[in-house]
């Protein structure tokens, strides 16, 4: 479709999706409004003042790039090459992401990167409302209710298509279910998280390696951190909600003391960084981690789901923010390409769902991959050889993270070439303990019989 003047897409949320997507649509000459119910963070900063940092990495870049963001957000992030690993005796080891320094993921601040991207949306010619917060959806007057949360007064704003990208919490999503069953189903994970904070150091640095993403598995669960440029770093704990079989977990800590004495007996290298431990445990909420999963996102040509909205996800690929802005590109692509928004959305819908359910599903998976096998010896062999076999066939064998993380292959073909290597590196290295033991010559056929050529 042509851009029409007639037509003003409406979209909820100002999050990371919406605006980029205010940004992409208002650039390819739409009139776009964007209704979000927080206050302006350009004004009143974002997230009282908290660094909270996100994993960058290809998939969110190349979309940036798309709307000519990606050099101002690189200015402001820290590379980060590979995992620090803090095994439970106190030594630590990088394992790097990819090959060289061409293949690292960046870690970026949120409320940065959000004002960068309001900011693009209003230069594109979108128009910005805040203390809107969606409440309710007439689809058949096609009418939308927002209330400004200050003083809960109420406006109706008529829409022709209204876009979703108001996170796993959407009011639009309750609308549209209110008329068409979505098939929504919410999986909890049964784990929780919490945010804490190592500060600068005394000369100003960063008190351990600043570009790595740390993380100190501990079998059930897990401790992460994520440099920020103002060189502190933001430490997550993974940790079930309960405690099972001698593992701990959030509802057997209930006061400072219990959390002190996990973090001193399991992770006490990063405790001795965290000064702030009482005031941080104390002030940070428990998050909730879940999956969300859709049947339809889209109700005809009047709404449309993406992002958390369509397809929340647990954190532990990295790639929630990455995936929605994947969302945002391929949408706006659509909506060019189709001869009318009911066409634009279905086909949306087709080309990104089953890609949102492949990411959702390893994204799960590296759950279990950061907390317990990252220090495992078969999964260590396995990983020695995966890397050999990325050298020896660059184009045939391109490790799963690889896939997810510096490619933009669809997620579920990296999901099933993932499936077929971890066949072929569990045959390779049967009855060996080292690399070196592997047949290559027998292991190289097989890689050409299994895994043709990846162009992308
Ligand atoms: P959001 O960014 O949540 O934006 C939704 C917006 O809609 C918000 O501004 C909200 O205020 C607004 N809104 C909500 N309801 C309404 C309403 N009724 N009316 C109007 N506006 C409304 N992803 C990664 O790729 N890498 C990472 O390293 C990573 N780390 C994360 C760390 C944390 C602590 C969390 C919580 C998430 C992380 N994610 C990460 C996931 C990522 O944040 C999300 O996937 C991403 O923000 C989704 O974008 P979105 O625009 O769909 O939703
Ligand atoms: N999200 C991330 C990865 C993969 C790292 C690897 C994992 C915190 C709430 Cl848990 C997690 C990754 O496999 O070595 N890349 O980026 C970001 C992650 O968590 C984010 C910071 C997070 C939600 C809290």
Request: aromatic share 8%; with cysteine.
């Amino acid at each position: 479709m042509k851009p029409r003047h007639d037509t003003t897409l409406t979209i909820a949320g100002a999050g990371l999706a919406g605006a980029l997507l205010a940004a992409l649509l208002a650039r390819a000459g739409w009139r776009v409004e964007v209704f979000e119910k927080r206050a302006d963070p350009r004004q009143v900063g974002y997230e009282g003042g908290r660094s909270i940092n996100l994993a960058l990495a290809e998939r969110g870049l190349h979309a940036l790039r798309q709307a000519g963001l990606h050099e101002a957000v690189l200015a402001q992030a820290v590379m980060m090459r590979g995992r620090m690993v803090h095994f439970a005796d106190g030594h630590t080891a990088l394992q790097r992401y990819g090959k060289d320094d061409s293949e690292v993921i960046w870690s970026v601040h949120r409320g940065r990167l959000n004002l960068l991207l309001l900011d693009a949306a209003e230069a594109a010619g979108a128009k910005l409302h805040f203390h809107a917060r969606l409440d309710g959806v007439d689809f058949t007057a096609k009418k939308a209710r927002f209330i400004d949360d200050r003083d809960g007064s109420v406006n109706t704003h008529a829409f022709n298509v209204l876009i979703g990208a108001d996170g796993a919490g959407s009011a639009l999503r309750g609308a549209m279910g209110a008329i068409t069953p979505l098939g929504e189903r919410f999986e909890s994970l049964g784990h929780g998280y919490k945010e804490l904070e190592i500060p600068p150091a005394a000369d100003g640095g960063f008190r351990i390696e600043a570009n790595a993403l740390h993380i100190w598995p501990r079998g059930r669960y897990m401790c992460i951190a994520l440099p920020n440029t103002e060189r502190t770093f933001t430490v997550t704990l993974f940790l079930p909600q309960h405690a099972a079989d001698g593992a701990p977990g959030f509802d057997a800590l209930p006061d400072l003391a219990a959390a002190r004495a996990l973090f001193a007996h399991d992770f006490p290298d990063a405790l001795a960084q965290i000064p702030q431990f009482d005031a941080d445990w104390s002030a940070h909420p428990i998050g909730q981690l879940a999956t969300l999963y859709l049947d339809r996102w889209h109700l005809d040509g009047r709404a449309v789901l993406l992002g958390d909205a369509a397809h929340a996800m647990v954190p532990f690929h990295g790639q929630g923010m990455n995936c929605a802005f994947e969302d945002c590109v391929a949408l706006a692509r659509h909506i060019a390409d189709a001869t009318d928004f009911a066409t634009a959305f279905a086909a949306f819908q087709a080309q990104r769902l089953p890609n949102a359910r492949a990411i959702q599903q390893m994204a799960l998976e590296n759950y279990l991959e950061m907390r317990d096998r990252v220090d495992d010896a078969d999964y260590l062999l396995q990983r020695d050889l995966e890397r050999l076999l990325a050298q020896r066939h660059p184009e045939r064998f391109v490790p799963r993270y690889a896939m997810v993380t510096f490619r933009r292959v669809p997620y579920a073909t990296a999901l099933e070439r993932g499936r077929v290597q971890r066949e072929l590196l569990i045959e390779a290295t049967r009855g060996c303990a080292r690399v070196e033991e592997v047949n290559l010559d027998a292991t190289d056929a097989l890689v050409r019989a299994r895994l043709p050529p990846l162009d992308a």
